[in-house]
């Protein structure tokens, strides 16, 4: 019986995600964005998602980030019940790092400003945070392009940039959204080569979607959505 308990709570630790019958519907239920998902996701797995346009690939990850919250369903993501949590911000700022498609960089902020924003939830001095922003610009190798604005760097360079905002609060999981859509083949290489050091190296539990299927191997478990459903 002991034993048992034992099993339980460590497969329960082993969890990062925890997903059951979650439904998301817009527009009073006429648009089923997510129709049924049930996942489970082990703490420092490497999952890519993939599916066609519409699928609701990108609805699944801003549920996992709480982004949004589901119409329907069970959420848990380290351990957080994300539909009885109250303060999300804090959730986020904790557990979560963010990559997204256009990456979505604040344009009147500098690089290294950039950089910073997940860190301001965080107890650390102006003094920490600057000397932590500038270390992850140099993971990326962009520590000389600190002081640029988002504007005058490369589409591969801000996605670097967009990297190094996502590490920048030390996430228990990352979530990219296409992270390499919009780049040329070498530079989208480069990027995946870096999401992947960190992922081995931090354990780092890493979601990533994607339509490319080379990128998609690159994972250890590739999960397939469909017309809101994950395909068996
Ligand atoms: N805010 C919204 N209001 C209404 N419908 C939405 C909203 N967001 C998404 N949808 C719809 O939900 C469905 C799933 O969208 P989602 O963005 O998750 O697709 P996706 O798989 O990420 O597609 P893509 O590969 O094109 O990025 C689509 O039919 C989309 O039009
Ligand atoms: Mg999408």
Do not use: W
């Not at 998301?24 to 082990?42: M, P, R, T």
């Not at 009885?84 to 990456?103: A, P, V, Y």
């Not at 760097?153 to 979530?175: D, H, K, Y």
């Amino acid at each position: 019986m002991e034993v048992k308990c034992l099993k339980n709570q460590h497969e329960a630790l082993e969890k990062v995600v925890e997903i059951k019958g979650l439904k998301k519907s817009y527009e009073n239920g006429k648009i089923k964005a997510l129709d049924g998902v049930d996942l489970e996701i082990k703490k420092g797995e490497f999952v890519s998602i993939i599916g066609p346009s519409g699928s609701g690939k990108s609805t699944l990850l801003n549920m996992l980030g709480a982004l949004d919250l589901p119409t329907e369903g069970k959420i848990n993501v380290a351990s957080y019940d994300l539909t009885k949590t109250k303060d999300l911000n804090n959730f986020r700022s904790k557990e979560i790092g963010f990559i997204f498609q256009l990456h979505n960089l604040i344009p009147n902020l500098t690089v290294l400003e950039n950089v910073e924003i997940p860190m301001y939830e965080s107890r650390l001095s102006s003094k920490k945070m600057h000397e932590r922003a500038l270390k992850l610009l140099d993971y990326v190798g962009l520590q000389e392009k600190a002081s640029r604005k988002p504007t005058q760097l490369s589409g591969g360079e801000r996605q670097r940039v967009a990297i190094a905002r996502a590490l920048a609060n030390n996430p228990s999981i990352i979530l990219a959204d296409e992270p390499t859509g919009s780049l040329d083949s070498k530079t989208g290489q480069m990027i995946l080569q870096r999401l992947k050091e960190i992922h081995e190296k931090e354990k780092v539990t890493l979601i990533m979607v994607t339509h490319d299927m080379g990128v998609a191997s690159l994972a250890e478990r590739t999960i397939e959505v469909l017309d809101g459903k994950i395909k068996a």
